[in-house]
């Protein structure tokens, strides 16, 4: 399935497809957490080259923000990158591991996120 302009991840991919990779990476990388990250529509920022990410569980979650923050070449000091799961926004100092057991899509495993900026945001 080819992805097309605005097309979100799973809109893209089947749900079996989604669910054999996750199953695929977990098994190979059993520390590792499978996350999407995808920008709102409107957000005025750049979209990521790629959305699909492995990142080890043990990280904060400001340090894989921090990571999206280099890939979309913003100042990690002072620029603002709102993330969030759902309509959930992100404590910047939980672990990976317990956002993702928490938040992780229920048919396919991947932990999906969304980041906008202050003015997409509202503020």
């Known amino acids: 399935m080819q992805k097309q302009k605005n097309q979100t991840y799973k809109d893209s991919h089947?749900?079996?497809?989604?669910?054999?990779?996750v199953q695929e990476q977990l098994a190979k990388y059993p520390e590792m957490i499978p996350i999407i990250v995808e920008k709102i529509p409107g957000c005025k920022l750049p979209q990521l080259?790629?959305?699909?990410f492995l990142v080890n569980s043990s990280f904060s979650f400001n340090e894989f923000k921090n990571t999206i923050k280099k890939k979309l070449n913003l100042d990690e000091k002072t620029s603002t990158?709102?993330?969030?799961?759902?309509?959930?926004?992100?404590?910047?100092?939980?672990?990976?591991?317990?956002?993702?057991?928490?938040?992780?899509?229920?048919?396919?495993?991947?932990?999906?996120?969304h980041y906008?900026?202050?003015?997409t945001f509202g503020f």
Do not use: S, W
């Open 14 to 21: 089947t749900l079996e497809d989604r669910k054999k990779r």
């Open 49 to 52: 080259q790629k959305v699909k």
């Open 81 to 113: 990158l709102f993330m969030y799961c759902g309509k959930n926004l992100m404590n910047e100092h939980d672990k990976l591991k317990n956002i993702y057991d928490q938040y992780k899509d229920p048919e396919d495993g991947f932990l999906y996120l």
């Open 116 to 119: 906008a900026d202050a003015e």
